[in-house]
């Protein structure tokens, strides 16, 4: 039987002594799909009493994050999302707070929280609220104070939220057990209670976490805390889990399609013809019938009917598909019937591949290029800003429309990062792109960033440039560290030098020494980068190789014409 992920939780917090409490905690537990993409999130939040509007930063942090988080996209890592939240939020709190309050009463907080996504806890944390981790009757504190103490043994925040526009955001990811129990605190209670007392009273009420974290305030209040004080109990009942039978199930819940042939009708769409096929899928040119426009259809090839890896992968090929909205992406559309198999729809794109492109325009002018690199790379931050990484950029799968809008095509590689975290019982092998356009990382294990599309992106600029490749042919294992880069003038003598200097560092093989964005790289496209430009004469063996070696071989014929008359005298 497969699990879901399951927590017992409970909170409770109270002014104390104080005329108002300026703590704040909150917990969301979806019931939906993002139970799954986006996991469980706890929050609390300590408002800073010297400040006016602490007790609204630290309700701000809780509601902000509950809510902001679960609005970025699925296809964003934990990490991520919490991060360029937190980011947001502080940014918020702090021009807020010398709006409203002034430089000396600014909205500051501390924040503690805990995202249970699939089988891994992340925490984030800022401040000197805490994260306790109980396991195996031990307790361990997950969290450091980020405090200054001054004379007088008297602490003072050195890191809150809203202090400053830029915030250090502690981060961590923690492997879940069944049985885990999590204790978040603030201030007004760990630092009346000890590590004993906290681990006795939370196990002492271990089936019922909102009494627990009730029992850990009460007692804290009584031990004289003159703060607010607030607690979080979190327990881990259940972690996700299927065998590979019941995970092939759900795979299958959606038959493969039927034999296809011209006039076949699926759930609506009318098969015109064949576009491509190969051994993995089937692509058709297809007429919805409802609404009068054409289509592509892709199918899965029945050869991999019982392969639930390559059934998983070709789900997630739809679902990348239809989390980027760009005029450079092929765009997935929702089919207009229940469907009865298993394929998806896109948009059809008249026009040409950019294969086809580059065989009509053997010698394209540069400035040509240059504006299909621009759509290029458009194409492809679209999945960088959904963390993702396409790994198979290459000519045939970039199509270039009748109006000349380029269009990135084929999901069937794409890395994606948010789904990563979701364990399941199938090993996610990195799926190599095409070799002569493949990232050298690649031969090594790594999965691929936006680097190695990059990498993708500068060889078939290249290509377009001079009709080769870079080192000569495809990259492999065996021959990655004896390859060297040909420049590109070596082919095409009209490639600037400053152009061939930025094609040369976008195709390093250490990825480090490459640009760290797709702009930089576009940027030096377009203007001369002195930097790039070589100033000491280049060798005539690495300008052009075959001159150097044919001139060697003159001259290694007449100095054995020289010997031989000389020996003949």
């Not at 294992?477 to 490639?495: D, S």
Request: hydrophobic share 40%; net charge negative.
């Amino acid at each position: 039987m497969s699990t879901k992920l399951a927590l017992s939780a409970g909170q409770y917090s109270a002014k104390g002594i104080k005329p108002r409490n300026e703590d704040a905690c909150g917990i969301r537990m979806p019931e939906d799909a993002s139970l799954v993409t986006k996991g469980i999130a706890t929050v609390v939040a300590d408002g800073v009493s010297g400040s006016e509007g602490g007790r609204a930063a630290a309700e701000t942090c809780v509601q902000g994050f509950l809510s902001d988080y679960y609005s970025t996209p699925d296809s964003w890592t934990v990490k991520h999302s919490g991060q360029r939240v937190l980011t947001a939020l502080n940014r918020w709190l702090h021009s807020e707070g010398l709006r409203r309050y002034a430089q000396d009463y600014c909205m500051l907080s501390t924040f503690s929280a805990l995202v249970f996504k699939s089988t891994t806890a992340h925490l984030f944390h800022v401040g000197d609220t805490r994260v306790h981790r109980i396991r195996g009757g031990e307790l361990e504190c997950l969290t450091r104070d980020h405090q200054i103490w001054a004379k007088g043994e008297k602490a003072f925040l050195s890191r809150a939220m809203g202090a400053d526009m830029t915030v250090d955001i502690d981060y961590q990811a923690l492997p879940l057990e069944v049985g885990d129990t999590f204790v978040l605190t603030t201030d007004g209670v760990h630092d009346y209670l000890g590590d004993k007392e906290l681990l006795h009273l939370t196990a002492e009420h271990g089936n019922t976490p909102e009494r627990a974290a009730r029992a850990l305030v009460s007692r804290a209040l009584e031990r004289g805390s003159h703060d607010n004080a607030t607690c979080q109990i979190l327990h881990v009942e259940q972690l996700p889990a299927q065998n590979e039978n019941e995970f092939f199930q759900r795979l299958t819940e959606l038959p493969f399609p039927p034999p296809l042939t011209v006039d076949s009708v699926l759930d609506g769409y009318r098969i015109l013809r064949e576009i491509h096929a190969s051994a993995r899928t089937q692509v058709y040119l297809a007429l919805d019938t409802d609404a009068g426009q054409h289509v592509v259809i892709k199918t899965p090839s029945v050869n991999y009917e019982d392969n639930p890896e390559y059934i998983d992968a070709f789900l997630h090929e739809e679902w990348a598909g239809r989390r980027i909205n760009n005029p450079h992406v092929l765009k997935v559309i929702d089919p207009r019937q229940r469907r009865r198999f298993l394929y998806y729809v896109t948009e059809y794109v008249k026009g040409q591949t950019l294969r086809q492109w580059m065989n009509d325009h053997p010698d394209p002018p540069l400035s040509d290029v240059r504006a299909l690199v621009t759509q290029i790379i458009a194409g492809v931050r679209a999945f960088q800003r959904q963390e993702m990484v396409h790994r198979d950029l290459k000519p045939e799968n970039i199509m270039i429309d009748q109006h000349g809008t380029v269009k990135i095509v084929d999901f069937g590689s794409v890395k994606i990062a948010g789904l990563e975290e979701i364990a399941a019982p199938i090993e996610r092998n990195t799926v190599l792109g095409t070799l002569s356009y493949a990232a050298p990382e690649y031969f090594s294990g790594h999965s691929g960033s936006h680097i190695s599309d990059l990498y993708s992106v500068a060889v078939i600029t290249y290509e377009m440039l001079t009709g080769h490749l870079p080192y000569g042919g495809a990259l492999s294992p065996r021959n990655i560290k004896r390859v060297e880069y040909t420049p590109a003038r070596q082919h095409n003598p009209k490639v600037p030098t400053w152009v061939d200097g930025a094609l040369r560092k976008a195709t390093q093989l250490n990825p480090e020494r490459r640009y760290l964005a797709m702009s930089e790289f576009l940027h030096d496209l377009s203007h001369p980068n002195p930097g790039l430009v070589r100033t000491d004469p280049v060798p005539l063996l690495e300008r052009n190789p075959v001159a150097f070696w044919r001139g060697a071989a003159i001259l290694l014929l007449l100095a054995n014409l020289a010997l031989l008359f000389y020996f003949k005298r």
